[in-house]
């Protein structure tokens, strides 16, 4: 691309690829000098001229220019960078309908649940939390929004696979460090917000001010769908500059659920809407996930699908990766995986749990917390785990820089009932609490979910996933075998 097609008064110096990182090597590379949390990126240049940036993007004036150099200088490194990704990967978004999901809970399962319906009518791409997809083909993503030029190119190539849909999980750092600016959404859904990622946003203010982003940059041309039952709902509808559509089961909605009956195995409402009233019978159980197949369907319906023709599919939606999986390898006891890591995904987890498991049983969590993030929030779900269950172990999860026994000593700081135990390996600590389980007990696996991997210092090292785990344990707890 030529730096002039997208920046006024520019020269015409070609470009081949779009750096941020000084520190990865490429070839006639456009560098954008991003102030970020930490580090500037015009303390960088240098590097980054001789890994192989050709054109330097700066905000500030500096100290050194280099022969041979273009340099550009801007209001807003940041800006410039996202309307050049944008223009660089095709502004693909202007030609799809955008579905962006944003809430503490449920992002990934109404996401991922937009996805396959629409998919029954044409195809259909997601982003977020369990990687970028196209048809059958998932790839990482490392964050659950990424980083502006990564984002792009994922979008690009979903485009080019054939998707003129997606839903996109948008993270309240995502809105925050303006990842998503040059994304052109159609459809914006809040979920809902509790206490999570304070570690960054340092308050509850802070954190709903960023998740109030989503529904100022779009226009009254595109439709925000709300959760009326979260007590942050009315601000954000205050502050919509689009049109609003609400769901919810506890206040009058826009789109309402009536009478839910809760089953071990399935879940069964009346949607009311437009003066209409649908029986809905579908295989995602608990009442938050009701919550979330309402915003599906607020969404769709607002999106112009026929509820009465998306009904016969929610009756056998597939698993979403790792959110109430319920792992049946013929045992006589329930074994639940959840990716649950906050407080209010803890008591909703809790509330279903409890509801499979008969009195006089026992539930046995498997847990842990997140390292390097949100410290405050450890002790809270070690008190829910304890409320709640009667055998804990605590385990690794991601522990980036931090002791994983440390991280577990601070989740004990919330227990007061119970005594626990720490295995820090995790496959260890699942195949005990299965070891445990007694006929109509509980085994519930919070945190990890399906995610291949555990986040240590940087980077990452593989791991098979807590649903891979219990069902290589219980196969061999069933056979007789050791495991």
Known sequence: ????????????????????????????AIFFCIIGLVN????????????????????RELEKYYEGITYLKVDDTLTALNQFACAYYGDVTSDMTVYGVTGTNGKSTVAWII??????????????????????????????????????????????????????????????????????????????????????????ENYYLAK????????????????????????????????IATFGIHNEADYKANN?????????????????????????????????????????????????????????????????QIIDCGQNFNVIVDYAHTPDGYEKIYEYINSITEKGKRIITVF?????RDYKKRPMIGKIADDNSDVLILSAEDDHWEDPYEICKEIAGGITKNSWVYIEDRYDAIRQGIELANEGDTVCILGKAAEQYFKIGDGKVFWMGDDNAAIDILNKYIKGEES
Not at 40 to 59: K, L
Not at 216 to 233: L, M, R, W
């Open 368 to 372: 842990g917390a997140h390292g390097a």
């Open 212 to 243: 109030e982003k989503m529904f100022k940059i779009v226009g009254p041309e595109q439709t925000g769908i709300v959760n009326i039952d979260d007590s942050y709902a009315q601000r954000i509808i205050k502050a919509a500059k689009c049109k």
């Open 260 to 324: 839910v009956k809760l089953f071990k195995d399935h879940t069964e409402f009346e949607l009311v809407c437009k003066g209409k009233t649908y029986h809905i019978n579908t295989n995602l159980v608990a009442e938050f996930n009701v919550s979330n197949l309402l915003a599906v369907l607020a969404t769709l319906a607002e999106a112009g699908y026929n509820i009465e023709d998306l009904i016969p599919y929610l009756a056998s939606i597939p698993q979403v990766m790792g959110r109430v």
């Open 40 to 59: 500037d990126g015009h303390n960088f240049i240098t590097q980054a001229i001789e890994n192989g940036a050709i054109c330097i993007v700066h905000s």
């Open 115 to 204: 996805r396959y319906l629409i998919s029954r009518y044409k195809k259909c791409g997601y982003i977020g939390t369990m990687g970028y997809m196209w048809d059958d083909t998932v790839n990482d993503t490392f964050l659950t929004t990424p980083d502006v030029e990564v984002l792009h190119q994922m979008l690009k190539e979903i485009y080019d696979h054939g998707c003129r849909d997606i839903s996109i999980e948008v993270s309240s750092q995502g809105l925050d460090l303006r990842r998503i600016d040059a994304v052109k959404f159609d459809y914006v859904i809040f979920t809902n917000l509790t206490h999570d990622h304070l570690d960054y946003h340092g308050t509850m």
């Open 1 to 28: 691309m030529i730096i002039s097609d997208i920046f006024e008064n520019a020269p015409n110096v070609k470009i081949k690829d779009i750096m941020t990182d000084s520190r990865v090597k490429m070839e006639d």
